[in-house]
């Protein structure tokens, strides 16, 4: 079974393939745009773009626009639902959601989303979008969504309908005890549980164990990606910084964050100026996406960090597929 790497960047999509133990570039395309996100499937690739989605059915080689549906075109997250094929979610700036089907082809927008938005005043603080949607997490029929500044989303019903998540207020600004931090950058959900939900936020990292109703604060910190250990509940890595991008680094905790302690062997931390933007996690290996454009990989025993792909320089995201 061969690995291809997606990786979305400022400049398109690169392609590449596991060599050994490291990662061999073997394409390049859509280069006239400025991918988001990347998601796969099937070997059916999206890529997430400004200009709307796009869809490759040839591992990238070729690209065919795929908006039918879409009303925000500014793509920040993609994701397939890893359960249910043909089931795909799009955020976007604005903050808008939409669900396709159809494996991406057609889109269809969850207006409830758009409505809480506008009820809330949600918006973001270095653009004049009224906030974005940019990150998604999935457990059966339960699916949540991260919206920045806004809240947490939860669907109940595969994604065909959305609500805030009873600890999230909805208000972008302040924050009461028991809720999660309104700017909320993306969200994962333990497979031993749905319940189970953490969130990286502007304010540090949060965990719900009862589908986001109450909230428990693990970390103070400023952080966009926490990565869950499928096989041993508590084990969690993370991407902290002081605030945005400065003096980030990579810590772990075993204890389901009572402690942590650095997992940032090989590097030389704290980054003054840049931290970690998402976590992908590949067969035993954890990639990392810097929010520089560098990426990183190290073994999940040893967490013993080297650069990968170091020609590319300005990647934003990642999505695997085996063949």
């Known amino acids: 079974m061969s690995e291809v790497l997606f990786v979305g ?15 061999r570039r073997t394409g390049h395309s859509l280069t006239g745009h400025q991918v988001n ?16 989605i796009y869809r490759s059915e040839d591992l990238g080689q070729s690209w065919q626009e795929a908006s039918e549906g879409l009303v925000e075109p500014h793509v920040r997250w993609l994701a397939h639902h890893p359960d249910a ?20 082809q057609t889109w269809s927008d969850r207006p409830e989303v758009t409505e ?23 457990a059966g029929d339960r699916l949540y969504a991260a919206a920045e500044v806004g809240g947490l989303l939860r669907s109940d019903d595969g994604g065909r309908t959305w609500q805030l998540a009873k600890g999230s207020s909805g208000q972008p600004r302040g924050l009461a005890e028991g809720f999660v931090h309104p700017d909320v950058h993306s969200v994962a959900v333990h497979p031993s549980s749905p319940d189970l939900v953490y969130a990286p936020t502007g304010g540090g990292l949060y965990r719900s164990r009862d589908g986001g109703e109450q909230w428990a604060h693990l970390y103070a910190c400023y952080c966009r990606a926490v990565w869950t ?9 993370l991407g902290p910084a002081d605030s945005v991008d400065r003096n980030g680094r990579i810590e772990r905790t075993s204890d389901d964050g009572q402690t942590w302690e650095p997992a940032s062997m090989g590097l030389e931390v704290p980054w003054p100026r ?36 170091p020609d ?7 999505a695997i597929d085996n063949l």
């Open 229 to 237: 250990d499928p096989t041993r509940t508590g084990h969690l890595i």
């Open 274 to 309: 840049h931290m970690v933007e998402r976590f992908l996690p590949i067969d035993g290996e954890l990639l990392a996406v810097l929010s520089n454009g560098e990426l990183l990989a190290a073994p999940l025993e040893t967490l013993g960090w080297q650069p990968i792909l």
């Open 37 to 52: 996100s990347v998601s796969v499937q099937g070997g059916v690739v999206l890529a997430g773009t400004r200009q709307g």
């Open 85 to 104: 094929s043909g089931t795909v979610l799009a955020g976007t700036e604005p903050a808008a959601l939409f669900l396709s089907r159809d494996g991406g």
């Open 9 to 23: 960047t400022k400049r398109g999509v690169v392609v590449a393939q596991r060599e050994g133990s490291g990662w």
């Open 116 to 138: 809480l938005r506008d009820r809330y005043g949600w918006y973001l603080p270095y653009s004049p979008g009224a906030g974005c949607i940019r990150g998604f997490a999935f």
């Open 312 to 318: 590319v320089g300005d990647a934003r995201a990642l």
